[in-house]
C-alpha cells in the first residue's frame, strides 16, 4: 500500500509569484484535503476534493485553489504569494468525505521572500 | 465555527512515567476526535481516534476517553519511551470535511 506524497519538499518563492504544490492520495482514497500549517501551529484546513469538485473550504482566500484528478491526485494552486503564505503545506487522503481517518503526506515547506 | 483548545502546549517527563494531554472543544455536533504525533519533518501521524459513541478506547499504551457532556477528551500514553517525544496534536470534526486541529502539546520524553 502505498502512502500519501507530496512534491516539493521545500520550495522557495518570491512574493507576489505563483506556486502549485501536488499530492498524490493513498492508494485506495478518493478523497483529497488540503491544510496549512504555520510554525508552531495546528494543521489548518484549506479545502477538501472529492470525485474532482471542492467539497468544503475553510477560511482561505480564492487565490487559494485547487484541483483533482481522475486518479485522485491533487494540486493546491496559490496566486500572488504573500510573506504570510510561508508554511507547511499538508496534503491528506481518506477513503470518502466525512469523519474519516484522514492520512497525511511529509508535506511541502513553502518559504515566501 | 469549532473552535479546540489543547493543553499543556509542553510537556516533559521521564521515560517509564505516564503522560496525559488534554483537549476540549466548542461545537457539541462534532463526533469523531482522532490524535495525531508529528515529528520532526514529518506531516502528522494518525495514532488513536475516538467517535461520539465511545467513551473510551485502548491501543497498546495508548488511550483516549471522551466525555461528550462536558466537550472534552484526553490522550493518555503509559511508560512512555524516548521514541514518543514528539508534538501531539488533538483534532474535532462534525462528519463534514473538516478537521479542527489544536495549537499541538511538544512532549518531550527523558531516559
Known amino acids: 500500500e502505498t502512502g500519501v506524497t507530496q512534491s516539493p519538499t521545500h520550495l522557495i518563492k518570491t512574493r507576489g509569484q505563483q506556486v502549485t504544490l501536488r499530492c498524490s492520495s493513498q492508494s485506495g482514497h478518493n478523497t483529497v484535503s488540503w491544510y496549512q500549517q504555520a510554525l508552531g501551529q495546528g494543521p489548518q484546513f484549506i479545502f477538501q476534493y472529492y470525485r474532482e469538485e471542492e467539497n468544503g473550504r475553510g477560511n482561505f482566500p480564492p487565490r487559494f485553489s485547487g484541483l483533482q484528478f481522475p486518479n485522485y491526485s491533487s494540486e493546491l494552486n496559490v496566486n500572488a504569494l504573500e510573506l504570510d503564505d510561508s508554511a507547511l503545506y499538508l496534503c491528506?487522503?481518506?477513503?470518502?468525505?466525512?469523519?474519516?481517518?484522514?492520512?497525511f503526506g511529509p508535506g511541502t515547506r513553502l518559504t515566501v521572500t | 465555527g469549532e473552535n479546540v483548545e489543547q493543553h499543556p502546549s509542553t510537556l516533559s517527563v521521564q521515560e517509564g512515567d505516564s503522560a496525559v494531554i488534554k483537549c476540549t472543544y466548542s461545537d457539541s455536533a462534532s463526533n469523531y476526535f482522532p490524535w495525531y504525533k508529528q515529528e520532526l519533518g514529518k506531516g502528522p501521524q494518525l495514532i488513536i481516534d475516538i467517535r461520539s459513541n465511545v467513551g473510551e478506547k485502548k491501543d497498546q499504551r495508548i488511550a483516549v476517553t471522551l466525555n461528550k457532556t462536558a466537550k472534552h477528551f484526553s490522550l493518555h500514553i503509559t511508560e512512555t519511551q524516548p521514541e514518543d517525544s514528539a508534538v501531539y496534536f488533538c483534532a474535532a470534526s462534525t462528519g463534514d470535511s473538516t478537521l479542527t486541529f489544536g495549537k499541538g502539546t511538544m512532549l518531550l520524553v527523558s531516559p
Open positions: 491528506a487522503s481518506s477513503q470518502v468525505p466525512g469523519d474519516y481517518e484522514q492520512y
